[in-house]
């Protein structure tokens, strides 16, 4: 299905933030590798946290869900002998469960989006896993993958490359406290999407399991024989999902709440909301809840986006409209996700009349205040976030867009254009032709 944005000056109501994709993730992860009975309050719905419930319950835990919760039971260190596992186009999902495959005799993780997830590299894990002895059958780093674990994969000293991404070493930290032998993680050159990191851990600790970080989450000390304990858990509102809706609200004269963003969440992507304010976006942030009042002004900044990785995006789109020239720095990483979301991204702001350059690890935008021409089709690139993005630019552009395929908007946000929608956009789907 495409999507038309219709060029939309006034955004207006209150939403509820949807449930945050990478704590979920989490939560179902540790839940399952519990033995006992946890729950979940608010997990959220879209095809990566799906991905995850397919692929635990394939794994041997149990699962009930009604409108507000779901429990899991557990199958703790000893998952069940399953051939084949299904992550979709989920990399978090992938890598986390690649790691937890260390545990079974001989899983293969097949190949469903050859032109996205498919080309993503994992040899950094591939590597480190082989280090405690998993060997691990790939296709020159990428999909299919099988491991072959078990008994064997005692834990050890790990090294592991962080410069491509945090995924590699969350991995590790969710395995490692399940082996037999203490181990030592040490992560080499440099450590993509810090703060997610400290996400994994902050999960970890709220399931029971130790582990020893330095400082700078660099080096790990983490005792073998742990065991995860069956918790409640609650999940917070999503800031990657909610930086677009953000977005949208800052190019627009707008009067916008969204609720269930707190102020002190580990997610750096809560960084929209000092980019909208260094941006000079009218907004406040209290209780929770981020009111934003735009007047469809916004000034030019630089930022770190390695520092909210997954809101870059969306920051892009509002930079598009910004009096100035914005860079947005130390984001080589975003090459290796869904897309390229360097060279594909920007070649899709072009075609929408965005002034944007690329360097190999930057993203310049000179501002178009007075807006872009539209009037293009899209191509989402099997990209969530390029969707959510465009509909952004889409909103001030002086002709509709069309974005092809956006039902792929479903890997973490499948209700974005119904809160759009609710907001008072004019998207509507329309069938591909
Ligand atoms: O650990 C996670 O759940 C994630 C880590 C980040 O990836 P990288 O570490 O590859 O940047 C982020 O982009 C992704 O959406 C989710
Ligand atoms: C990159 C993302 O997810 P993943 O790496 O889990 O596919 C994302 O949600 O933007």
Redesign the pocket.
């Known amino acids: 299905m495409d999507v038309l944005v219709t060029p939309t000056p006034k955004l207006q109501g209150e939403l509820q933030a949807l449930s945050s994709k990478?704590y979920t993730?989490r939560y179902l992860l540790v839940a399952a590798l519990a033995e006992g009975t946890s729950t979940i309050y608010y997990p959220a719905h879209s095809e990566d946290s799906d991905a995850m419930r397919r692929c635990i319950r394939d794994l041997g835990a149990v699962i009930e869900e009604d409108d507000e919760k779901i429990t899991i039971t557990g199958f703790g260190a000893h998952p069940r002998d399953v051939k084949e596992l299904d992550v979709g186009n989920a990399?978090?999902v992938l890598r986390f469960l690649m790691a937890i495959a260390a545990l079974a005799p001989d899983v293969t993780f097949i190949n469903r989006y050859p032109d996205s997830l498919g080309k993503r590299p994992h040899d950094d894990l591939i590597d480190a896993l082989g280090q405690i002895g998993v060997d691990v059958q790939h296709n020159d780093g990428k999909l299919p993958i099988t491991i072959r674990g078990g008994s064997a994969v005692k834990g050890g000293k790990i090294q592991v490359s962080g410069n491509v991404?945090?995924?590699f070493l969350?991995a590790l930290l969710f395995l490692t406290p399940l082996l037999q032998e203490d181990s030592e993680i040490e992560v080499l050159h440099d450590l993509?999407?810090k703060v997610?990191v400290g996400q994994t851990l902050e999960v970890l600790e709220q399931a029971g399991i130790v582990i020893e970080a330095s400082d700078d989450l660099m080096r790990y000390r983490v005792k073998g024989g742990q065991k995860y304990a069956a918790k409640e858990y609650i999940v917070q509102g999503d800031y990657p999902g909610s930086a677009a809706v953000l977005a949208a609200a800052a190019v627009t004269q707008s009067d916008v709440k969204l609720h269930r963003l707190m102020e002190n969440s580990k997610q750096g992507e809560r960084a929209i909301v000092d980019v909208l304010r260094m941006m000079e976006v009218p907004l406040t942030h209290d209780n929770g809840v981020v009111h934003v009042q735009g007047n469809g002004r916004l000034k030019a900044l630089e930022f770190d986006g390695d520092k909210a990785?997954?809101a870059v995006l969306a920051m892009v789109a509002a930079a598009v409209f910004a009096e100035g020239t914005s860079r947005f720095y130390d984001v080589e990483?975003l090459r290796?996700?869904e897309c390229d979301r360097i060279t594909d991204y920007l070649n899709e702001l072009r075609k929408a009349g965005a002034n944007v350059e690329e360097r190999r690890s930057e993203i310049i935008v000179h501002g178009r205040p007075e807006g872009v021409e539209g009037g293009v089709e899209i191509n989402a690139h099997y990209d969530h976030r390029v969707i959510m993005a465009l509909t952004v630019v889409g909103l001030r552009a002086k002709a509709p867009i069309r974005i092809r395929d956006a039902h792929h908007v479903a890997k973490s946000y499948p209700i974005f254009f119904d809160h759009m929608k609710a907001l008072g956009a004019n998207v509507e789907w329309v069938e591909s032709d």
């Open positions: 990478n993730t990399g978090a991404s945090s995924q969350s993509k999407s997610v990785t997954d990483n290796f996700k």
